[in-house]
């Protein structure tokens, strides 16, 4: 299975966007997400933000313990979608 995360506002808190600044990690998603990988899901995170950043947006994603499989800066194929607005399984 592949699961879709957004990165802003569902990764992190929500914040005023600005490049290369980053929300801190919410609270329990690390947990949620490093079950999801234990459990064999595929993840992309997915942000709107702009490939400059994908390198900078990896480095944030590792230092803060958060389990990934590849970052897309525009929305992907997938079975689930998961952002801060909804959740939609298809």
């Known amino acids: 299975m592949r699961l879709v995360i957004d990165f802003d506002g569902t990764i992190t808190k929500d914040i ?3 490049p290369y600044k980053y929300g801190a990690v919410k609270s329990n998603i690390r947990k949620r997400l490093c079950k999801l990988k234990k459990d064999g899901v595929y993840i992309i995170v997915w942000t709107s933000r702009s490939w400059a950043e994908r390198e900078k947006i990896s ?3 590792l230092i803060n313990f958060i389990p990934h499989d590849e970052i897309i800066c525009c929305k992907p194929i997938a079975d689930i979608y998961y952002d801060v607005k909804n959740v939609m399984i298809l």
């Open 59 to 61: 480095e944030y994603l």
């Open 16 to 18: 005023k966007y600005i």
